[in-house]
């Protein structure tokens, strides 16, 4: 155990307070130190980073593996699309403000839809399950055409206004779904310090004893499996709004996974963690895929004669068999292209083989884990 | 009418049953305990009392109320804890967290039950603060039965407490186990340690395959052939 008792120095305390609004403070100034298309960029950051806090609720807190969490954010967006889109059946023309509860509404249904059936379930078996459930939204989406166009989607859904004035540009759109994202972390964390989180706390760490402490496992289970849904509704009825267009495409199994991983990168059960996984898996490919990375890259000349010297050497072992690198001038822009999911694969894998609970896991976690590497709580001695 | 009324019990997991029709009571006040070697049914039988697994047929009465179609946190509200075997602590919860966990069915003023757990056991006292999973095995024992004792059980099960713990640390618990019932509760205990619960006993059911064989006061036990044979380590 590390000494705690020893009280930090006090600026570290007034910082430690003040952490959330700093950061905040710091997102907001943002937008005016980058280009339009790092502002869009974190505005998708911003968005998995909703849906993140959201899957942590039922991932992290209670310990429900979910690999079917796009079916929320799927009900979200086409409560959205639905009443909005001209091309929708039952389209009512009706304000955002009016289908965000709705569409929250509607999620947490779809949760409780998911959570009665799969409450006996446990680990590997839930997961299976869930995994099956996300499918047969996004297959519903595409069978009942009659309703949801099917593959060809909804389109032209309206934009929000706010007090009148139109949500529009990419950096208003970066502080709404900021707004949101700060709401919902206030939110979720709020939850966990609350009895509410105690008693999921308890189902994650053993579920017969927290049953065994009076702890109703099936109505907290239900509670888990709602309130996650409800913000994988509140994500996707303003990822529409955001888009414009939806289809069933954009609901595969991979967005559960891009979900389920920001969690886990970030660290099971933390907030920071959600904000650090988003930033890592939504925004370094497509910051991989920016003008500017290949610029960047393209400016290392000394990269490129090293590669192309050690190319020269093996080629002079085995002759003919390796090509040259393209010219400097598009040596970059290829090599972002060809290394782009290399780069990210092996980020993720360094992440997790370096830090197996997360890059910033909740205190909580990462006792637990130290816990497991060590059963006797060996004393830990500063470098 | 005693506190406790077990009918017929059946229970088990999946296909196999693990226990075969027992029926046992305990009367308010009593310790009683249930003694048999691993696998014998005793913990099932712990179990299918506290609802965590649902009995197969036969009753159990609880304060003159059937219970065996109630979910666990129903029971726990009607005066019934349950120490699981394993303790089961909650490990990435600090001590104090633990013992709150204890009280989670009730909501009125709990420090006068931290009192009591901190009088029993000073040492969770001095380690709220520290997470449950590190503290040692006796002090997660302690732990255990404290947070149990949170609820105001009237019933306290408590199964195989002295589980992996030095002949010292089973001494305090036992001693501790009688002190609880000093002050008003009744215990239904679950050991392998058989030497020691029978002398703490009032009465005591030996448990095999399942069926209740033997049943008598804990000094009648200790004196049986049988039971000094198979459980007492005696030629």
Redesign the interface.
Known sequence: MPDRSAPPPPWTRTLARFRWPLFVAFTCLLPFLLTDVWVQMLVFVALFIVLGLGLNVVVGFAGLLDLGYVAFFAAGAYTMGLLTSPGSPIDAGLDFWLILPIGILIASIVGLLLGLPVLPLRGDYLAIVTLGFGEIIRLFLINRDDLTRGSQGLSAIPRPDLFGYRIDSFTEWFYFVVAAAVVVGFCTSRLRDSRIGRAWEAIREDEDVAAAMGVNTTKYKLLAFASGAAIGGLGGVIYAAFIGFISPAAFSLQVSIDVLAIVIIGGMGSTPGVILGSLILIGVPRILQFRETSDFLANLGWLRDALNGLISALDAATPGSLGRLPPAETWGAQLADDTRFIIFGALLVIIMVVRPSGLWPSSRRRLEFAHDDTPPPAPVTAP | MPLLEVRDLRAGYGAILAVKGISLHVEEGEIVTLIGSNGAGKSTTLRAI???IRPRSGQVTFDGRRIDRL???AI??LGL??V?EGR?I????SVY?NL???A??RGDALHQDLERVYRLFPRLQERLR??G??LSGGEQQMLAIG?ALM?RPRLLLLDEPSMGLSPVLVETIFETIQAIRREGATVLLVEQNALMALEIADRAYVLESGEITLAGTGAELARDDSVRRAYLGEA
């Open positions: 506290s609802g965590v979910p666990p946190h726990v509200r804890s349950h699981p089961g909650f490990h990435s919860l967290e709150l966990m204890g989670y069915t520290q997470p999973g590190t947070r609820a």
